[in-house]
């Protein structure tokens, strides 16, 4: 399927720490002058700057992606994973042994949040950029001092030890999933949701306060790069299908011809929205675009796409419906 590109969301949003938050860079520099516990530095608009790796975003949305699915539906049913697999278990990644399985039977085989984030054996279809400090908002850094409690005698084991934090700022990123099912970008949806009401912190000491930051929503683009306007339809190019021009459509609802399917995306896969759309730039493609943080923004597309997830749960995570 990754050959293919049927459909591809932009979100784009901020982090804005409410609290104090670290990302270690993993190792101490030789200057005494500096903390222990550094935050991570990259090069960016030309000088070096904190910033929150993407990889560090995607472990910490992928962890609780996960707790949402194990809450909300079981581990397997008729002996097909549905919801989370879990790495450390050897058992529930049998399947791959058979080396005659095909790319569309592992990705059928494979759990609903293995086939979003990825594992061994397929590629994931979310993607998380760097997210970087905007120059509007100016970032404040902290020095802390903390220690380790030996839990015997109640005195300290280890410090005290100073490490770096960020109290204020804002961080700026963008989240690319393609080729998704609505019930896939519904998930993403609640994670964001979670993450921005506390129920899940980001880097160092999250049991110890650190790590939590709100969201802020800029914009949301849904694109399908195949198809054109056509009186006030989208329409597929090389086919018959089309959809009005207000349709929020899955990877399935691409994929209706006879083997068109192999990977078994949910049919049909389709939302209305308030939002009409327009052509991509260079006039081929079409583009739905959502803007702003409130309810008739963003939020109005998770909005829609939870509903999909919804039915999902519903039908008791069956993967395609015809």
Not at 209 to 217: P, R
Request: glycine share 10%; proline share 5%.
């Amino acid at each position: 399927m990754h050959q293919r590109l049927v459909n591809h969301c932009i979100i784009e949003l901020s982090l804005i720490p409410d609290g104090p938050i670290l990302i270690k860079s993993g190792k101490e520099g030789a200057d005494p002058t500096k903390p222990q516990m550094e935050f991570v530095e990259t090069y960016h608009a030309g000088g070096r700057s904190i910033y929150l790796p993407g990889s560090s975003l995607k472990g910490a949305i992928r962890a609780h992606a996960e707790r949402i699915v194990r809450t909300v539906g079981s581990d397997s049913q008729n002996g097909a994973k549905l919801w989370a697999s879990n790495p450390l278990k050897k058992d529930e990644y049998e399947y791959l042994n058979d080396k005659k399985l095909t790319a569309p039977e592992i990705y059928q085989q494979s759990s609903f949040t293995d086939q979003i984030f990825g594992s061994i054996a397929i590629a994931s279809r979310l993607r998380i950029e760097d997210a970087y400090p905007e120059k509007s908002q100016p970032l404040k850094i902290e020095e802390r001092n903390g220690v380790a409690i030996d839990r015997v005698f109640g005195s300290v084991a280890v410090g005290p030890f100073d490490y770096q934090v960020c109290t204020a700022g804002e961080f700026r990123t963008k989240i690319h999933l393609k080729n998704f099912s609505l019930a896939q970008l519904g998930l993403i949806g609640l994670v964001l949701r979670d993450l921005n009401d506390g129920w899940f912190a980001i880097g160092f000491a999250k049991s110890r306060g650190l790590g939590s930051v709100k969201v802020q929503y800029h914009s949301a683009t849904i694109q399908y790069p195949g198809c054109e306007l056509q009186d006030g339809r989208i329409h597929q190019f090389g086919t018959q299908q089309s959809w009005p021009h207000t349709s929020l459509l899955g990877a399935g609802e691409f994929l209706r011809a006879e083997g068109a399917n192999p990977y078994e995306f949910t049919i049909p896969d389709e939302q209305t929205t308030p939002i009409t759309a327009d052509e991509m730039a260079l006039g081929f493609g079409v583009q739905l675009c959502w803007l702003g943080d409130d309810e008739t923004g963003v939020k109005d597309l998770f909005m829609r796409a939870v509903r999909a997830w919804s039915e999902l749960l519903r039908q008791g995570g069956a993967a395609c419906a015809s």
